[in-house]
C-alpha cells in the first residue's frame, strides 16, 4: 500500500483542519493509521482504523481528532478539532503497523498558532 498525505495548513488555537491521505494498493484490506512527528521528537501514532472500522486514538487527541476511511475513494481521513499548539508536526498516513518497506512520504505540516 502507498498511501500520501495532504490537507495541512496554518490554524488557530482552537480552530479544525481535515487531512486527507490518498491511498494505492491493497488499501481495502489494510489497517491504516496516521502519525505525527513533532520537531525534536520521534514519529508518534495518532490515530489507526481497523479494515472493519474499528478505531484507536493516542490520549492526547482522543475526543478531538476523528479517524476514518472512505474504501470506495481509497482515501483515509483525520478530522482534526481544538486543535492545540501541541498538535503542530508533520503528519503522515501508512500502513498500521508500518513495515520496513513501506516509504513514508513526505507528509503533511499542520502548525497551530496564533
Known amino acids: 500500500v502507498q498511501l500520501q498525505a495532504s490537507g495541512g495548513g496554518l490554524v488557530q488555537p482552537g480552530g479544525s483542519l481535515r487531512l486527507s491521505c490518498a491511498a494505492s494498493?491493497?488499501?481495502?484490506?489494510?489497517?491504516v493509521g496516521w502519525y505525527r512527528q513533532a520537531p525534536g521528537k520521534q514519529r508518534e501514532l495518532v490515530a489507526a482504523?481497523?479494515?472493519?472500522?474499528?478505531?484507536i486514538y493516542a490520549d492526547s487527541v482522543k475526543g478531538r481528532f476523528t479517524i476514518s476511511r472512505d474504501n470506495a475513494k481509497n482515501t483515509l481521513y483525520l478530522q482534526m478539532n481544538s486543535l492545540k499548539p501541541e498538535d503542530t508536526a508533520v503528519y503522515y498516513c501508512?500502513?498500521?503497523?508500518?513495515?520496513?518497506?513501506?516509504?513514508w512520504g513526505q507528509g503533511t505540516l499542520v502548525t497551530v498558532s496564533s
Open positions: 482504523i481497523t479494515v472493519g472500522g474499528s478505531t
Open positions: 494498493g491493497n488499501f481495502r484490506i489494510s489497517a
Open positions: 501508512n500502513v498500521d503497523p508500518p513495515r520496513p518497506w513501506n516509504s
